[in-house]
């Protein structure tokens, strides 16, 4: 089965989760988001906020310009 759920509350998906439409579906809305996301690797293909703290543990590659506001520690 591709879409699977035994009476938890949890979905299991056994193959990739591909939406129907280019750059349409959301994930999530302005009051409901997503507690965690656990994943290798993102792509982000234009912008990315980050509201609150941004951590890396490792190393941090950036191919463009870096703009940078408020307290900065490096």
């Not at 290798?40 to 190393?59: M, T």
């Given at each position: 089965d591709?879409?699977?759920?035994?009476?938890?509350?949890?979905?299991?998906?056994?193959?990739?989760?591909?939406?129907?439409?280019?750059?349409?579906?959301?994930?999530?809305?302005?009051?409901?988001?997503?507690?965690?996301?656990?994943?290798?690797?993102?792509?982000?293909?234009?912008?990315a906020?980050?509201?609150?703290?941004?951590?890396?543990?490792?190393?941090?590659?950036?191919?463009?310009?870096?703009m940078?506001?408020?307290?900065?520690?490096?």
């Amino acid at each position: 089965d591709l879409l699977e759920s035994k009476h938890t509350q949890s979905i299991v998906i056994n193959g990739n989760l591909i939406p129907l439409i280019d750059n349409y579906y959301t994930l999530g809305n302005s009051s409901h988001y997503w507690e965690h996301v656990y994943t290798n690797n993102i792509d982000v293909k234009n912008d990315a906020s980050i509201q609150g703290n941004l951590i890396v543990d490792g190393k941090a590659t950036f191919n463009s310009n870096v703009m940078m506001m408020g307290g900065v520690a490096i």
